[in-house]
């Protein structure tokens, strides 16, 4: 999350140099971007499918995506995302001497109200459809061979799967992660909860971040104004 305090006068001037038509779309998206549900990435060591959930990601309107890494890093794969990265949060967590990475990621999303579910087929999982998101909900995503670790499953607050009817145990990352948004989302529309969207302050972060972010050579812009102060 966006926690840099901003400069008023500055988005203000930002502003000119970004194109009605842009803004507009920028307003619209920012209407509907959420931090109720969010996605983890545990060690996907793959860059185009851990690129390909940050797109499905902002295409569901979800402004997170945590990523903990531990034997792989991973860097955005710009043919995969498609612009994407550049509207949406990434957090990544790296093992330290005092805590894990999943003790790291983990403890964030606690602190931030987020109920942690792993995607694993195994032990009492439950199928997605009797996942009832009644507060903010985290999906833990493993990587493409071995799943979710079993540190994962033990520090979760339960495991849910989607249940498959071939001989093949699970879809693509990015499959999984699109028909798990789309399952969550789609329970809680007909009755939003009060803490679904962003607080304005959540957006106005947002806004000025983007606008830094489609104005061309905007680091000469900024000097420019502070010159002019």
Known sequence: MINSPIDHKLLDYL???VTDHKKARMEEVLALRSRYFTVVLEDIYKPHNASAVIRTCDCFGVQD?????KKDLYEVNPYVVRGASQWVDIHKYEPEKEH???DACFGKLREEGYKIYATSPHGDSMPLHQLQPSEKT??????EHA???DEVI??????VHIPMSGF???????VSASICLYDLQE???QNLPANYFLEEHEKELLRFEWYKGVVKNVEVHIRQFYANQ
């Open 15 to 17: 502003s000119q140099y």
């Open 168 to 174: 093949t145990e699970s879809f693509n990352i990015s």
């Open 138 to 143: 985290a999906l833990v995503f493993g990587n």
């Open 100 to 102: 894990s990475a999943v």
């Open 65 to 69: 995506i945590h990523i903990m890494e």
């Open 187 to 189: 329970k809680v529309k």
């Open 154 to 159: 033990a520090k979760s607050d339960g495991l």
């Open 147 to 149: 799943g979710v670790s």
